[in-house]
């Protein structure tokens, strides 16, 4: 089960509606997920590489795991008792530069989007 950031199953929001696409962002939604990823795109690790290197803890690390495998972004692969992490989809690293490249095009303007159930801030002059 993929949890989004309300802490609900991303496939209980597509059975409720949202569209995959939404679904897939949701799951992306999450600065560690994204740190994970990002390790995980220079090569496949384990939950104590990625607690080691990234600096969170073990249960931490797992969840957020768990939930990119739900999304079929990552899987792993067992080796005696331990499990070796990676990317499924590598053109994921693809979507994520396009991101930054859209980013650093409208100078990050996407901050300024209402969030939903937040009041509506003023945008600068």
Do not use: W
């Not at 590598?90 to 980013?103: I, N, R, T, V, Y």
Request: proline letters at 6%; aromatic letters at 4%; glycine letters at 8%.
């Amino acid at each position: 089960m993929a949890i989004n950031d309300g802490g609900r199953c991303v496939s209980a929001d597509i059975a409720a509606g949202l569209p995959p696409a939404a679904a897939l962002f949701h799951s992306l939604a999450d600065e560690t997920r994204l740190r994970i990823v990002a390790r995980l795109a220079r090569g496949e690790a384990r939950v104590v590489d990625l607690t080691g290197e990234l600096g969170l803890a073990q249960s931490t690390v797992s969840k957020h795991l768990a939930c990119l495998r739900d999304c079929g972004l990552v899987d792993y692969r067992a080796e005696g008792r331990q499990s070796f992490y990676s990317l499924t989809r590598p053109e994921l690293m693809d979507l994520l530069a396009s991101a930054e490249q859209l980013l650093s095009a409208t100078g990050h303007a996407v901050a300024l989007c209402p969030m939903p159930g937040l009041a509506a801030q003023p945008r600068p002059s």
